[in-house]
């Protein structure tokens, strides 16, 4: 799956290692509502390119998920600021 990789010189690798660092770190450094949202830019660094093949959870299923996902924070980022604004989507 990563064969082209074979064929990149030194500035190549360097240039690919750089890009796919800043895309996760767009994605680490999300924050506020951009928590919610899936990243399909983060998809797009790699080489194949797939239509992602979304499965959605019934509403309460997903606002269930979405509840714990935000206690998990309260759990692994006690002291984070609050982002308190609506979402302007």
């Known amino acids: 799956m990563d064969d082209d990789l074979q064929a990149f010189d030194r500035e190549s690798l360097i240039a690919e290692?750089?890009?796919?660092?800043?895309?996760?770190?767009?994605?680490?450094?999300?924050?506020?509502?951009?928590?919610c949202w899936h990243h399909?830019?983060?998809?797009?660094?790699?080489?194949?390119?797939t239509e992602p093949s979304i499965a959605v959870p019934p509403w309460p299923r997903f606002m269930r998920g979405c509840i714990q996902?935000?206690?998990s924070l309260d759990n692994q980022a006690p002291g984070a600021p609050v982002?308190?604004?609506e979402f302007n989507g």
Not at 17 to 22: C, D, G, P, S, T
Not at 40 to 49: A, F, G, R
């Open 17 to 35: 290692v750089k890009k796919l660092r800043a895309g996760i770190r767009r994605h680490r450094d999300a924050t506020g509502h951009d928590l």
């Open 40 to 49: 399909p830019d983060l998809w797009d660094l790699l080489p194949e390119k």
């Open 69 to 71: 996902y935000r206690q």
């Open 83 to 85: 982002h308190d604004k």
